[in-house]
Protein backbone atom coordinates (compact mmCIF):
# COMPACT_ATOMS: atom_id res chain seq x y z
CA UNK A 1 0.00 0.00 0.00
CA UNK A 2 2.70 2.38 0.87
CA UNK A 3 1.41 3.75 3.42
CA UNK A 4 4.50 2.12 5.83
CA UNK A 5 6.55 5.61 6.07
CA UNK A 6 3.15 7.33 6.83
CA UNK A 7 3.15 4.93 10.09
CA UNK A 8 3.89 7.51 13.62
CA UNK A 9 3.12 10.76 11.32
CA UNK A 10 -0.32 12.69 12.46
CA UNK A 11 -2.81 13.05 9.55
CA UNK A 12 -2.92 16.56 9.77
CA UNK A 13 0.58 17.56 8.24
CA UNK A 14 -0.01 14.85 6.00
CA UNK A 15 -0.56 15.73 1.75
CA UNK A 16 -3.70 14.79 0.01
CA UNK A 17 -1.46 12.20 -1.66
CA UNK A 18 -0.72 11.17 1.62
CA UNK A 19 -4.27 11.10 2.93
CA UNK A 20 -4.92 9.22 0.35
CA UNK A 21 -3.06 6.22 0.81
CA UNK A 22 -4.08 5.97 4.45
CA UNK A 23 -7.22 5.81 3.61
CA UNK A 24 -6.31 3.26 0.92
CA UNK A 25 -5.01 1.38 3.78
CA UNK A 26 -7.34 1.86 6.40
CA UNK A 27 -9.87 0.52 4.17
CA UNK A 28 -7.76 -2.19 2.72
CA UNK A 29 -7.38 -3.51 5.91
CA UNK A 30 -11.00 -4.48 6.59
CA UNK A 31 -11.00 -7.04 3.35
CA UNK A 32 -13.85 -5.75 1.05
CA UNK A 33 -14.45 -7.37 -2.08
CA UNK A 34 -15.86 -3.98 -3.41
CA UNK A 35 -14.03 -0.74 -2.89
CA UNK A 36 -16.10 2.21 -4.30
CA UNK A 37 -13.79 5.32 -4.71
CA UNK A 38 -15.58 9.01 -5.51
CA UNK A 39 -13.19 11.42 -7.35
CA UNK A 40 -10.25 9.92 -5.76
CA UNK A 41 -7.90 11.80 -8.06
CA UNK A 42 -9.12 15.09 -6.85
CA UNK A 43 -6.24 17.31 -5.14
CA UNK A 44 -3.67 14.96 -6.28
CA UNK A 45 -0.23 15.56 -8.16
CA UNK A 46 0.31 12.69 -11.02
CA UNK A 47 2.77 10.99 -8.73
CA UNK A 48 0.26 10.66 -6.09
CA UNK A 49 -2.06 9.73 -9.12
CA UNK A 50 0.63 6.61 -9.97
CA UNK A 51 0.53 5.17 -6.34
CA UNK A 52 -3.26 5.41 -6.64
CA UNK A 53 -3.08 3.39 -9.68
CA UNK A 54 -0.14 0.91 -7.92
CA UNK A 55 -2.58 0.35 -5.08
CA UNK A 56 -5.73 -0.20 -7.67
CA UNK A 57 -4.23 -2.38 -9.17
CA UNK A 58 -2.81 -4.60 -6.08
CA UNK A 59 -7.06 -4.80 -5.28
CA UNK A 60 -7.09 -6.24 -8.95
CA UNK A 61 -4.64 -8.56 -8.70
CA UNK A 62 -6.27 -9.60 -5.44
CA UNK A 63 -9.73 -10.58 -7.44
CA UNK A 64 -11.15 -7.49 -5.85
CA UNK A 65 -14.17 -5.28 -7.85
CA UNK A 66 -13.25 -1.15 -7.92
CA UNK A 67 -16.11 1.28 -8.84
CA UNK A 68 -14.59 4.45 -9.61
CA UNK A 69 -16.61 7.90 -9.94
CA UNK A 70 -14.11 10.09 -11.96
CA UNK A 71 -13.63 13.24 -14.39
CA UNK A 72 -9.91 12.86 -14.87
CA UNK A 73 -9.49 9.49 -17.27
CA UNK A 74 -6.23 9.40 -17.95
CA UNK A 75 -4.77 6.84 -15.70
CA UNK A 76 -7.61 4.63 -15.95
CA UNK A 77 -6.98 3.78 -19.20
CA UNK A 78 -4.94 0.87 -18.70
CA UNK A 79 -6.63 -0.52 -15.51
CA UNK A 80 -10.66 -0.30 -16.24
CA UNK A 81 -12.42 -2.94 -17.76
CA UNK A 82 -15.67 -1.28 -18.09
CA UNK A 83 -16.69 2.35 -18.83
CA UNK A 84 -20.25 3.49 -17.42
CA UNK A 85 -21.47 7.03 -18.20
CA UNK A 86 -24.56 8.10 -15.98
CA UNK A 87 -26.32 11.91 -16.24
CA UNK A 88 -29.59 12.68 -14.87
CA UNK A 89 -29.11 9.56 -12.40
CA UNK A 90 -29.37 7.46 -15.71
CA UNK A 91 -26.69 5.03 -17.30
CA UNK A 92 -26.49 6.78 -20.71
CA UNK A 93 -23.41 4.60 -21.84
CA UNK A 94 -21.73 1.18 -20.97
CA UNK A 95 -19.34 -0.04 -22.75
CA UNK A 96 -16.30 -2.22 -22.61
CA UNK A 97 -12.73 0.12 -22.08
CA UNK A 98 -11.53 -0.68 -25.63
CA UNK A 99 -14.42 0.71 -26.85
CA UNK A 100 -14.80 3.84 -24.66
CA UNK A 101 -11.02 4.45 -25.79
CA UNK A 102 -12.17 4.42 -29.44
CA UNK A 103 -14.99 7.63 -29.07
CA UNK A 104 -13.80 10.93 -30.77
CA UNK A 105 -12.26 13.53 -28.29
CA UNK A 106 -15.62 15.51 -29.11
CA UNK A 107 -17.87 12.74 -27.84
CA UNK A 108 -15.79 13.30 -25.18
CA UNK A 109 -16.27 16.72 -24.42
CA UNK A 110 -19.86 16.87 -25.14
CA UNK A 111 -20.13 14.31 -22.29
CA UNK A 112 -17.88 16.86 -19.82
CA UNK A 113 -15.27 14.19 -19.69
CA UNK A 114 -11.61 14.91 -20.01
CA UNK A 115 -9.17 12.96 -22.50
CA UNK A 116 -7.70 9.28 -22.58
CA UNK A 117 -4.58 10.83 -22.95
CA UNK A 118 -2.54 13.52 -22.04
CA UNK A 119 0.09 13.48 -24.80
CA UNK A 120 -2.15 15.69 -27.55
CA UNK A 121 -3.13 18.32 -24.85
CA UNK A 122 -3.09 21.88 -25.93
CA UNK A 123 -1.05 24.31 -24.13
CA UNK A 124 -2.96 27.39 -25.05
CA UNK A 125 -1.85 30.74 -24.21
CA UNK A 126 -4.31 33.29 -22.98
CA UNK A 127 -5.72 35.78 -25.37
CA UNK A 128 -4.32 39.48 -26.15
CA UNK A 129 -6.65 41.33 -24.25
CA UNK A 130 -8.66 43.88 -26.69
CA UNK A 131 -9.56 47.31 -26.38
CA UNK A 132 -12.77 46.81 -24.60
CA UNK A 133 -11.90 45.34 -20.94
CA UNK A 134 -12.95 45.66 -17.61
CA UNK A 135 -10.32 47.03 -15.75
CA UNK A 136 -10.39 46.45 -11.86
CA UNK A 137 -7.66 48.04 -9.50
CA UNK A 138 -7.67 47.27 -5.72
CA UNK A 139 -10.75 46.06 -6.11
CA UNK A 140 -13.30 45.49 -3.29
CA UNK A 141 -17.03 44.28 -3.05
CA UNK A 142 -19.78 44.49 0.22
CA UNK A 143 -23.03 42.94 0.59
CA UNK A 144 -25.92 46.01 0.56
CA UNK A 145 -23.18 48.60 1.58
CA UNK A 146 -21.96 47.09 4.89
CA UNK A 147 -18.83 45.44 6.40
CA UNK A 148 -16.43 44.50 3.50
CA UNK A 149 -17.02 41.03 2.08
CA UNK A 150 -14.08 40.48 -0.68
CA UNK A 151 -10.92 42.39 -0.88
CA UNK A 152 -8.63 41.08 -3.83
CA UNK A 153 -5.65 43.20 -1.79
CA UNK A 154 -6.08 41.07 1.18
CA UNK A 155 -6.78 37.18 -0.70
CA UNK A 156 -4.63 37.62 -3.53
CA UNK A 157 -1.05 38.44 -4.64
CA UNK A 158 -2.43 41.06 -7.41
CA UNK A 159 -4.02 44.42 -7.42
CA UNK A 160 -5.16 44.58 -11.09
CA UNK A 161 -7.06 41.93 -13.46
CA UNK A 162 -8.46 42.45 -16.73
CA UNK A 163 -11.02 40.69 -18.49
CA UNK A 164 -11.38 40.87 -21.96
CA UNK A 165 -15.49 41.88 -23.32
CA UNK A 166 -17.47 38.65 -23.26
CA UNK A 167 -15.54 36.75 -21.45
CA UNK A 168 -15.37 35.13 -18.01
CA UNK A 169 -11.57 34.41 -18.37
CA UNK A 170 -9.87 35.56 -15.18
CA UNK A 171 -5.84 35.32 -14.32
CA UNK A 172 -5.26 35.43 -10.67
CA UNK A 173 -1.81 35.04 -8.71
CA UNK A 174 -1.33 32.92 -5.77
CA UNK A 175 -3.38 32.97 -2.70
CA UNK A 176 -1.86 34.98 0.21
CA UNK A 177 -1.43 32.49 3.03
Avoid at 36 to 49: F, G, H, K, Q, R
Avoid at 63 to 72: D, L, P
Wanted: charged share 25%.
Amino acid sequence: MEAEKLLGRSIFNLSGGEKQKVACASVSAAHPDVFVLDEPTSNLDMDAIESLRRTILLWKSRGKTVVIAEHRLHWLKDICNRVIYMSGGRISLDLPMNEFAALPPEKLRRLGLRPLSLTNLKNESPPAVPGDTLELHDFCCSYDGKKQALDMRSLFCIWKTEWPANSTRLTTAAVNG
